[in-house]
């Protein structure tokens, strides 16, 4: 295997010791040079000092971070996903709120109705389709 060594700054003389070890060692100046390599040293003691920080501080507040997400997505998951939905049957009547596009007939439209409950209350949404499937109206409802 070829191991890189990060050689844009600082002592990365650590090639010298992989070599004598046996290992096949490229110097990895450019981007290009990470295509020829299956692993990477950076050398420097404050190098690996500074990534060990940063590695911790990110430790100490990824659980933070996945449970604000967990939040975050459950509140905004109650709006993208419907507690209940259902299509009006084709012979149903429309609901009197709902006015037809000149031309268009019950016949020629379907109603679909979506329910949502979330914590700071419910709502719903509505959505006219021609037959060939073309939303005409999608309104929101709180």
Known sequence: ?????????????????LEELGATVILVRKAEDFDHIGGLVIPGRRVHHEMITLTQRIKSHLLLGILLAIVCFTNMGCEFL????????????????????????????????????????GSARFILQGKNGQVMIKEMAR
């Open 1 to 17: 295997m070829t191991i890189g060594v990060l050689a844009l700054q600082g002592d990365f003389d650590a090639h010298r010791r």
């Open 82 to 121: 419907a507690e209940s939905t259902f299509k009006l049957a084709d012979e149903s009547r429309l609901p009197k709120w709902v006015t037809l596009p000149p031309g268009l007939t019950r016949a020629d439209v379907s109603l679909t109705i979506s329910y949502y409950s979330m914590p700071w209350g």
